[in-house]
């Protein structure tokens, strides 16, 4: 599943190639028609087919950002602002393309389920090969309020104050620590691979209770998280799954990670274990970890 880092690489290819271009038309695929006709709402939050590609048609894009793990196309139309959010779910991703056959995979391009075409002549297309993935057309953040839920940017100043007072409340005080600094509530954009690096980089066991630990060691914790989101942003993410950027280039920080999908550790060499925590699978180090 994507996480920050990933996000941040589309972000970053996604906003040059995107930008300034005003959409022309939209198609959306059979798959999504049908998902709707049976009241299903696969990928296409909020709107039919048909008002999706009408409020869509004629919108500028004025800039992409990303929110957390969220992909926020910033849209202009006679002078009225709107927002298209895009969550990529488990294997989401965009492509800015001439033409569909420039997306190389074919799993990508099997499963292109909406496609932008551009007043220029280009395509900006959304495949999902999963289908988790959403687009929900909004007029602001607070439109939808889960968007306004959502703990404050890894980087932001504020940001270790408010993960330090939630662990401290009864909400999270019992809930093991991996299960809270995955809660985008308490840290965005922290999910399964970042937090179980992070926990074996301050050797703390993951299944431990939040209250339990020292609030100097969670501040290690969150500087640590902060640290690995940083590096593998740098990398380009990790392409474990089906993660690409706009290019469809993989990330290289796969190569890096200690103990995310490790049979061994890299510290004693001991054997990983694995826990369930939240319903994601946690590897870490029995001696290393407590
Ligand atoms: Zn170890």
């Given amino acids: 599943m994507p996480e920050l880092p990933e996000v941040e690489g589309v ?19 059979d798959t ?22 009408e409020k869509m048609r004629g919108m500028t894009i004025m800039d992409v950002t990303r929110r957390s793990k969220y992909i926020y196309f910033h849209l202009e139309k006679n002078g009225e602002r709107h927002l298209l959010v895009s969550h990529l779910g488990m294997s989401g991703a965009w492509f800015a393309v001439n033409d569909i056959d420039e997306v190389k995979e074919e799993k990508f391009r099997r499963h292109i389920h909406v ?69 985008g509530k308490v840290i965005s954009g922290c999910g399964n691979i970042y937090a179980t690096e992070a926990l074996f980089r301050t050797g703390i066991h993951p299944g431990r209770k939040t209250g339990r630990i020292s609030m100097a060691r969670l501040e290690r914790l969150f500087d640590e998280i902060r640290q690995v989101l940083g590096e593998a942003i740098e990398a380009g993410g990790s392409s474990i799954s089906d993660y690409r950027n706009i290019n469809g280039e993989a990330g290289g920080m796969q190569d890096r990670l200690r103990m995310y999908g490790r049979k061994n550790c890299p510290g004693c060499g001991a054997e990983t274990k694995r826990m369930t925590i939240a319903g994601r699978t946690s590897v870490y180090c029995p001696k290393c970890q407590h």
Avoid at 32 to 53: C, D, G, H, V
Avoid at 160 to 176: E, N, V
């Fill in 115 to 183: 496609i932008f075409r551009m007043e220029d002549g280009g395509l900006l297309a959304y495949a999902d090969i999963r289908r988790f993935g959403e687009l929900r057309l909004i007029g602001e953040e607070s439109d939808h309020p889960p968007l306004l839920a959502m703990a404050p940017e890894p980087f932001d100043e504020s940001a270790a104050g408010h993960f330090l007072s939630l662990s401290r409340t009864p909400k999270y005080a019992g809930k093991p620590i991996k299960e809270t600094i995955m809660d």
């Fill in 32 to 53: 999504i028609i049908r998902s709707k006709s049976e009241a299903k709402e696969a990928i296409l939050k909020n709107s039919s087919p048909e008002e999706f590609a």
């Fill in 11 to 29: 972000v970053r290819s996604l906003s040059p190639a995107a930008s300034g271009r005003t959409i022309r038309d939209i198609t959306v695929s």
